[in-house]
């Protein structure tokens, strides 16, 4: 998780020094003081209750769409917020951007 995300933060020329990085699901504790120290984050929030929430629980709080990816055609873009799931991951994709399937 950790490679794929600076991967992604370099392709977007993100620089993650500033950012916190903010723990939920049920292995946030165990997971994120790891992934900091890898990334080179110098904060790390994991919120009370951070094991019980879920990206499809979290999302559908918020208003976002939840949609599957294997129903989008190549180029299909998607506005967030919006949670994109995979078989083995899920996206959360903020208000603030924008997503198009490849």
Do not use: W
Not at 39 to 57: D, E, H, N, Y
Not at 92 to 100: D, F, I, T, Y
């Amino acid at each position: 998780m950790a490679n794929i995300t600076g991967v992604h933060a370099v392709e977007n020329s993100e620089d993650l020094l500033d950012c916190t990085l903010i723990g939920f699901g049920g292995d946030a504790a165990l997971h994120a003081a790891p992934m900091c120290e890898k990334l080179g984050f110098t904060r790390c929030l994991i919120p009370q209750g951070a094991g019980v929430g879920s990206a499809i629980g979290l999302g559908s709080s918020h208003g976002a769409g939840i949609y599957d990816r294997a129903a989008f055609a190549p180029g299909h873009r998607i506005a967030g917020p919006a949670i994109i799931t995979e078989d083995e991951t899920t996206i959360v994709l903020p208000a603030s951007r924008q997503a198009m399937a490849l």
